[in-house]
């Protein structure tokens, strides 16, 4: 089945503990990317990569980091969680070029709490 | 800046009535395209429908209509024959077309919808 997915779905950890929350895609998709989703902001980009080992901002990249190291998976770190940084996060992937512009597949969603 | 405005936050409809959602953006871009989605209380995202721009015909997938004004930049969705499982938040996107240089889309806030019975 053709599917993105994401670990863990839920997380609840504390302020400046490392964690990083997983994202595999099984679709051979080269772009991969990171919103969060937050209350009245809709959906916002954190990160995206166009390829293997390219990587680039989004609009709220700030307290983030990701790697592309293979091309399934697309890993977002956070290296000192704050409380604002509590939200739901989704990673999406697609095919580039023509066949690209259209869907977007979703992962499931991380839920992550901040304390 | 490319944005894109969902202006009624909340919005109900009884079951088997028809509703709209109503979407705005601004773009200098003359290619790019449109998406709905739908998010469930699983919170999954669903594409519900797709309009690109160069096309005038107003996309439709079974109860799902829009109404795509390029010139006003206006793009509304109608789901006919509202039902039950119709409950949830809907996103307005919007992708520039570079041509797949990047695939980013730029979300509305949504439109939380309850389908009443």
């Known amino acids: 089945e053709a599917q993105v997915t994401q670990n863990p779905r839920y997380l609840i950890t504390v302020t400046g503990k490392k964690l990083t929350v997983t994202c595999s895609q099984n679709?051979?998709?080269?772009?991969m990317s990171w919103y969060r989703q937050d209350p009245g902001l809709g959906l916002r980009q954190i990160y995206y990569s166009m390829n293997v080992e390219v990587t680039d901002k989004g609009d709220v990249p700030e307290g983030y980091k990701v790697s592309r190291k293979e091309k399934r998976n697309f890993p977002l770190i956070l290296e000192s969680p704050s409380p604002n940084q509590t939200s739901l996060y989704f990673c999406?992937?697609?095919?580039?070029?023509?066949?690209?512009?259209?869907?977007?597949?979703f992962g499931p969603g991380t839920r992550l709490t901040v304390l | 800046a490319q944005t894109v405005t969902q202006s009624q936050p909340e919005m109900s409809v009884q079951e088997a009535e028809t509703v709209t959602l109503s979407c705005t953006y601004d773009t200098s871009e003359n290619n790019y395209y449109l998406f709905w989605y739908k998010q469930p209380p699983s919170r999954q995202m669903i594409l519900v429908i797709r309009?690109?721009?160069?096309?005038?015909q107003n996309a439709t997938e079974n109860r799902f209509s829009v109404n795509f004004q390029k010139a006003a930049k206006s793009f509304s969705l109608k789901i006919s024959d509202s039902q039950l499982g119709d409950t949830a938040m809907y996103f307005c996107?919007?992708?520039?077309?570079?041509?797949?240089?990047?695939?980013?889309?730029?979300f509305g806030t949504g439109t939380l919808l309850a389908v009443q019975p």
């Open positions: 999406a992937s697609s095919p580039t070029g023509l066949a690209g512009v259209g869907e977007q597949f």
């Open positions: 996107a919007f992708m520039p077309d570079y041509g797949g240089a990047t695939n980013k889309l730029i």
């Open positions: 679709m051979n998709h080269e772009y």
């Open positions: 309009q690109e721009a160069y096309k005038q």
